[in-house]
């Protein structure tokens, strides 16, 4: 398994935090990618602070990372990088 640009972590998991301008745009990162778990059914471990994401995929049935988790991944990103970092 390759680890995604900007991930960090090994097969068990691979872990991110993604920093916003504001809580705003941290809010609307999670709505659309909230719906696209909801349609995938394969969900994140995120925490929110203000600004900043932290995000941990792994698919616990299987115990390690599988293509569902880099599915979502390389989708986080790409939501992402239509925002702007602070």
Not at 5 to 27: C, K, N, T, V
Not at 34 to 50: A, F, Q, S, T, V
Not at 72 to 82: K, T, V
């Amino acid at each position: 398994m390759r680890i995604p640009e900007g991930w960090s972590g090994d097969e068990s998991r691979i872990a991110r935090r993604y920093d916003f301008a504001g809580f705003p745009q941290a809010l609307a990162f999670m709505v659309e990618v909230g719906l696209y778990c909801e349609r995938e059914d394969h969900h994140p471990e995120w925490k929110n602070i203000y600004n900043k994401i932290w995000v941990e995929l792994a698919t616990h049935d299987a115990g390690k990372v599988t293509d569902k988790d880099l599915a979502l991944a390389a989708h986080m990103d790409a939501a992402f990088a239509g925002r702007r970092e602070a």
